[in-house]
């Protein structure tokens, strides 16, 4: 049986009816087509899913679509404001914090909800708080850089 | 992945909860967070006929202390009860603990109750909850009853909860001078489930000597469980660093332990050797102050 939800997601309300087994995650990348946030694993490890739920990161393929009735969603097409890219996005950028970039919007949103909470982390916090958001590429040195440079701009 | 179909309904009270409980029987999961249910559905292991989403439930999301009790509702995730300063200064270990749960996404969402109800065998919070003496509050159609954490798990994935039953709070001590407790975890570096985790709490007499122990093991056998002989042989002693480390030379017989792709029975009986150890000493230090 659907269920009708309305979901904010950034910044604009949708209705859809949905198969209550649906993953927020396919609703997003499927029925919404915001395909910046991605699947990775699968098995609630890796993190690429990442999205803000209420502004908590949260990963989108551990929540059903229904459980996301009357909440408020951000993805990371939704950091930008009016064409400038959010400081994080800036530091990722300058500071190569990516390669095949996979995993970038998943640990962008983890850290922005992570800086929210912690403006000014040490280089171990950052670590520590991206423990959820694998990176196969990097060996994270350029991600945790990237990540205090946008703590310093923000 | 995608799970099986199935009915989803959104139970916005206790009371409710437990109607729907009743009504579709067997076939009925509650969805807490998410983060042991979801997982399991997406692999196809469980495929419950109608999901029952509790998570709205406000009254199952405070925390609060109550003279020596500190009560925390079924729906605390494990993020509230690592940044919570009421249980940082009630019963700090669990905060502790709590921050070492899967990751900080995971911990946003998953819950105590539903972590206890999943019951599973690498999980912290059982041992946290065996070691500390917790009691655990079931609720069912016929009103409420406490269970005390010795009673509560009884194998792998398996609890003393009765169908039509759900965990509405979790009690555990409000820790006080003399009394200290610690947590020392083998992470699974890809899963961050314990290989093994060791969860102690000693009280110490007037005298300094230890007048309770308790231990509690997670991650090295089928279902969490007290180390006995460990608490045994210090009970009644002066826990100094020779005392600890001789009742912790043999914590776990390999033969009732777990083997897999992580790590053998003998390598975990170890590691309760050596964690058993590192946990006592810190909790002998806690309860100094």
Same mark, same amino acid.
């Given at each position: 049986?659907?269920?009708?939800?309305?979901?904010?997601?950034?910044?604009?309300?949708?209705?859809?009816?949905?198969? $209550?087994?649906? %993953?927020?995650?396919?609703?997003?990348?499927?029925?919404?087509?915001?395909?910046?946030?991605?699947?990775?694993?699968?098995?609630?490890?890796?993190?690429?899913?990442?999205? %803000?739920?209420?502004?908590?990161?949260?990963?989108?393929?551990?929540?059903?679509?229904?459980?996301?009735?009357?909440?408020?969603?951000?993805?990371?097409?939704? %950091?930008?404001?009016?064409?400038?890219?959010?400081?994080?996005?800036?530091?990722?950028?300058?500071?190569?914090?990516?390669?095949?970039?996979?995993?970038?919007?998943?640990?962008?949103?983890?850290?922005?909800?992570? %800086?929210?909470?912690? $403006?000014? $982390?040490?280089?171990?916090?950052?670590?520590?708080?991206?423990?959820?958001?694998?990176?196969?590429?990097?060996?994270?040195?350029?991600?945790?850089?990237?990540?205090?440079?946008?703590?310093?701009?923000? | 992945?995608?799970?099986?179909?199935?009915?989803?309904?959104?139970?916005?009270?206790?009371? /409710?909860?437990?109607?729907?409980?009743?009504?579709?029987?067997?076939?009925?999961?509650?969805?807490?967070?998410?983060?042991?249910?979801?997982?399991?559905?997406?692999?196809?292991?469980?495929?419950?006929?109608?999901?029952?989403?509790?998570?709205?439930?406000?009254?199952?999301?405070?925390?609060?202390?109550?003279?020596?009790?500190?009560?925390?509702?079924?729906?605390?995730?494990?993020?509230?009860?690592?940044?919570?300063?009421?249980?940082?200064?009630?019963?700090?270990?669990?905060?502790?603990?709590?921050?070492?749960?899967?990751?900080?996404?995971?911990?946003?969402?998953?819950?105590?109750?539903?972590?206890?109800?999943?019951?599973?065998?690498?999980?912290?919070?059982?041992?946290?909850?065996?070691?500390?003496?917790?009691?655990? /509050?079931?609720?069912?159609?016929?009103?409420?009853?406490?269970?005390?954490?010795?009673?509560?798990?009884?194998?792998?994935?398996?609890?003393?909860?009765?169908?039509?039953?759900?965990?509405?709070?979790?009690?555990?001590?409000?820790?006080?001078?003399?009394?200290?407790?610690?947590?020392?975890?083998?992470?699974?570096?890809?899963?961050?489930?314990?290989?093994?985790?060791?969860?102690?709490?000693?009280?110490?007499?007037?005298?300094?000597?230890?007048?309770?122990?308790?231990?509690?093991?997670?991650?090295?056998?089928?279902?969490?469980?007290?180390?006995?002989?460990?608490?045994?042989?210090?009970?009644?002693?002066?826990?100094?660093?020779?005392?600890?480390?001789?009742?912790?030379?043999?914590?776990?017989?390999?033969?009732?332990?777990?083997?897999?792709?992580?790590?053998?029975?003998?390598?975990?009986?170890?590691?309760?050797?050596?964690?058993?150890?590192?946990?006592?000493?810190?909790?002998?230090?806690?309860?100094?102050?």
């Amino acid at each position: 049986m659907g269920h009708t939800i309305k979901v904010t997601v950034n910044g604009v309300t949708h209705e859809a009816t949905v198969e $209550p087994r649906m %993953l927020l995650v396919q609703f997003l990348r499927e029925v919404l087509m915001l395909t910046g946030t991605h699947i990775g694993c699968d098995t609630s490890q890796c993190g690429a899913c990442t999205v %803000l739920v209420d502004g908590v990161a949260t990963k989108s393929c551990t929540m059903f679509a229904v459980q996301a009735d009357g909440r408020e969603i951000t993805t990371i097409e939704g %950091l930008a404001a009016n064409g400038d890219l959010h400081p994080l996005q800036k530091a990722f950028w300058e500071e190569h914090g990516l390669q095949c970039g996979f995993c970038t919007p998943g640990v962008i949103i983890s850290s922005y909800d992570f %800086l929210k909470r912690n $403006p000014n $982390p040490t280089e171990e916090e950052i670590r520590h708080a991206l423990e959820g958001n694998y990176c196969r590429c990097t060996g994270y040195q350029n991600i945790v850089k990237a990540v205090k440079k946008a703590a310093q701009s923000m | 992945m995608i799970p099986n179909n199935f009915e989803y309904i959104r139970a916005n009270s206790v009371q /409710e909860a437990l109607q729907l409980l009743s009504q579709k029987g067997d076939g009925a999961r509650l969805l807490a967070g998410g983060h042991s249910l979801i997982p399991a559905m997406k692999l196809r292991l469980n495929a419950p006929e109608t999901v029952i989403d509790i998570s709205g439930i406000q009254d199952l999301a405070s925390i609060h202390r109550d003279g020596g009790r500190l009560h925390i509702g079924a729906l605390v995730t494990h993020r509230t009860v690592e940044t919570s300063d009421e249980v940082k200064s009630s019963c700090p270990v669990l905060s502790e603990a709590a921050a070492l749960i899967g990751d900080p996404l995971v911990r946003n969402r998953g819950t105590i109750g539903g972590s206890l109800a999943h019951c599973d065998p690498a999980a912290d919070y059982p041992a946290l909850t065996l070691c500390l003496d917790a009691e655990i /509050e079931a609720t069912g159609p016929s009103g409420s009853r406490t269970i005390a954490a010795d009673d509560f798990f009884v194998g792998m994935f398996e609890t003393a909860l009765q169908p039509g039953e759900m965990i509405t709070r979790v009690t555990f001590p409000v820790l006080t001078r003399g009394t200290g407790a610690a947590y020392e975890k083998f992470s699974h570096p890809a899963s961050r489930f314990a290989v093994v985790g060791v969860a102690a709490m000693v009280t110490l007499d007037g005298s300094g000597n230890c007048s309770s122990v308790r231990v509690a093991i997670t991650g090295a056998g089928p279902s969490v469980f007290r180390a006995t002989k460990v608490e045994q042989a210090l009970t009644g002693k002066a826990p100094d660093e020779q005392a600890i480390s001789d009742a912790t030379q043999d914590v776990a017989d390999p033969a009732d332990l777990m083997s897999d792709i992580s790590a053998s029975a003998e390598y975990r009986a170890h590691l309760c050797s050596v964690l058993s150890r590192r946990a006592l000493q810190r909790a002998v230090q806690a309860a100094r102050g």
